[in-house]
């Protein structure tokens, strides 16, 4: 066998054990995923807040007590977290939000939300439905994009088209 072909072999056999110890990774992630979302819905509260601002921010500059940020691992720290700071009752507190309801809070409205220590897990309007944030623009890249589906949508539908034409002109 030549060179060549053994280094292709072993950089395969190394990918499958890689893919086989991602695999037995991601599925003891999910249990641990699990059992802490059973944790933070058994402490969950209802609470009405006043949100005052939202941003993604690191940790540190987030202005969440030091306790909490010295039992975070060292990586954890320099990731940006939805951070909200809201008027509960008489106090202003800063919160940490769940990534798929972060664009949905609005700023500087009443709403009540399901609160779990310092996690934010669900929000509803006290006044009615909460407005879906406005669409963002859409970048260069997205644009193009765009036209390129648009573009091939219509020509798969032209090639559709003439070969419908082909088959009439032979019968």
Do not use: C, N, W
């Given at each position: 066998m030549s060179k060549l072909a053994i280094v292709l072999i072993v950089i395969a056999v190394i990918l499958v054990a890689a893919m086989i110890a991602l695999y037995f990774l991601g599925k003891?992630?999910?249990?641990?995923?699990?059992?802490?979302?059973e944790q933070i819905a058994a402490a969950a509260q209802t609470v009405s807040m006043l949100i005052i601002d939202k941003k993604?921010?690191?940790?540190?500059?987030?202005?969440?007590?030091?306790?909490?940020?010295?039992?975070?691992p060292k990586l954890?720290?320099?990731?940006?977290?939805p951070i909200v700071?809201?008027?509960?009752?008489?106090?202003v507190m800063t919160l940490i939000a769940d990534e798929q309801i972060f664009e949905d809070i609005p700023v500087k409205k009443?709403?009540?939300?399901?609160?779990?220590?310092?996690?934010?897990t669900a929000v509803r309007g006290i006044h009615g439905p909460i407005e879906k944030a406005p669409v963002k623009k859409k970048g260069f890249r997205a644009?193009?994009?765009?036209?390129?589906?648009?573009?091939s949508a219509q020509l798969e539908a032209e090639k559709a088209k003439a070969g419908k034409e082909t088959k009439k002109k032979k019968k």
């Amino acid at each position: 066998m030549s060179k060549l072909a053994i280094v292709l072999i072993v950089i395969a056999v190394i990918l499958v054990a890689a893919m086989i110890a991602l695999y037995f990774l991601g599925k003891k992630a999910e249990k641990r995923k699990a059992e802490q979302d059973e944790q933070i819905a058994a402490a969950a509260q209802t609470v009405s807040m006043l949100i005052i601002d939202k941003k993604k921010m690191p940790m540190k500059d987030s202005g969440l007590p030091a306790q909490v940020l010295e039992q975070t691992p060292k990586l954890m720290r320099r990731s940006k977290l939805p951070i909200v700071k809201a008027k509960v009752g008489p106090r202003v507190m800063t919160l940490i939000a769940d990534e798929q309801i972060f664009e949905d809070i609005p700023v500087k409205k009443e709403v009540k939300a399901t609160v779990s220590g310092l996690y934010i897990t669900a929000v509803r309007g006290i006044h009615g439905p909460i407005e879906k944030a406005p669409v963002k623009k859409k970048g260069f890249r997205a644009k193009i994009q765009a036209k390129y589906k648009e573009a091939s949508a219509q020509l798969e539908a032209e090639k559709a088209k003439a070969g419908k034409e082909t088959k009439k002109k032979k019968k």
